[in-house]
């Protein structure tokens, strides 16, 4: 298949990636960086803004945003390339200036990102022109868009290689063993922690229940993991873990101890907290 | 000078990033980290991700499950992580992830081998979920016998019960 822009042969022969380079190497001034929309939802446009502000303040490093395309010396590319602004990127990069380097900015310009596969985008910076740098992010942290300035500065290293795994012996992971040899209490207890608080949280709210279960001389013993619970409403900053950590306790726990040992009503009450 | 003055008692707000390492938040969704020693190749990720950015693929010969994850397509919202059943994708705090010239350093790419069915020899299912589910069955019932049936595709599977069913009314209920 015939590629949708063909790159002119004077623009190719004048931006290898030695010459790149080099350019990279010998510039005895500030960097300009022009920034085309192609199309982004602006989540990444707001994350540049946010660079280039003191906070971050890329200009010490000698990054400056210029008006025009024919100043640049780098071309900051954002989305996912629609129909409308193809044109336009093509037009902005073949004014720039010879050595051109090419930054695309976000998952939209990396690969199209979510919009990879919908009929009214290109997916992706480099479907059109040849793209130098890629920082992924949806949208990228400031710190990842000035991570990239700095990696084509050579100040820092690349961190993200290529992983290929090929060894695969057929050895699944150790199945979790259960400290009550019954694996449903702990599987209620991942259900409801992360029903109360999401993935995330909730997955640290179950490892500080398993502290507390843990800690314990044995787990079904009540007593003592109430002086747990208790303790750890006490000592917990955070209101959160705190309450949904009596809510678990309350419920779960005592519901299974008596299923196990057979509470009184009397005493389930007892040992409420 | 007296705007400078003023401005000096302010003090100095930039971060000295790029010279010194810096940490982002706490609740910072950064890359997704991934540990193919935990990994079963269930695909539960490949069929949760909205951005297509993990996907699931065989070989030319069909012996091989090829798992791959695009950081490049990646929109960071942790669905991945939210299914795994053993932990093997997880969001992680790391957010250097700028790439230079290449973009094959963008990728994770991950190798399982498949198990082929006993009667039709088609591949239905990676070796290491097979064995998996035989490990987790057996510690929850150490008791437990092996299925007669282990092994086998679902597809062989239903064919087998109609045919013995079939058999079974054929012969009049008799076994």
New interface residues.
Partial sequence: MKPLYEIPEEISRENT?EKKLKHLASIKRSFFVYRVDAGSCNGCDIEIFSVIS????PE??GFKLVASPRHADILVCTGSVTRMMRYPLIRAYEAMPDPKIVVAVG?CG?????F??TYATWSGI?SHIP????????P??P??????????LG??Q?????????D?S??????V?SIFKN?QVERDLNINCRELMG??HGRKLYDRCMQILTHATKPDDISEVREGVENFIKQEEDPRYGECMRVLYNGVYLNWMDKFYGLKKAGKELYQI | MKLLEFANKGGN???P???EP?T?GE??RG?PE?D???C?GCGACAVAC???AISLKQNSEKD?LIWEL???????C?RC??VCP?GAIR?SQ????????????????????LKKCKKCKRPFTT???F??QN??LN??NPSRKTDPDSGICPECKQKQAVENSAKYFHMGGKK
């Avoid at chain 1, 793209?131 to 949806?138: L, Q, R, S």
């Avoid at chain 1, 710190?143 to 084509?152: P, Q, S």
């Avoid at chain 1, 690349?158 to 090929?166: D, E, G, P, R, V």
Wanted: aromatic share 16%.
């Fill in positions: 990636v003191p906070w971050w303040d010490r490093l998952a990396c690969t199209g990102g979510i990879h596969d480099d793209v130098d740098m890629f920082i992924p992010g949806c990228p942290h710190a990842t868009i000035l991570d990239g300035f700095g990696v084509a100040i820092l690349q961190k993200l290689k290529h992983q290929s795994y090929t695969d057929g050895k699944p992971p150790a199945p063993k694996l993935y995330i | 707000s930039t971060l990033y790029p010279f810096y982002p609740d910072y890359k991934y193919f020693e935990k079963l909205p951005s297509n091989l695009n950081y490049g397509r990646c929109i960071f942790g992580d939210e053993t969001l790391e957010f250097q992830m700028a790439v230079l010239f290449n973009k094959e350093d963008l990728k994770v790419r991950g190798e399982f081998k070796e290491r979920l064995n998996y490990e987790v510690s929850l």
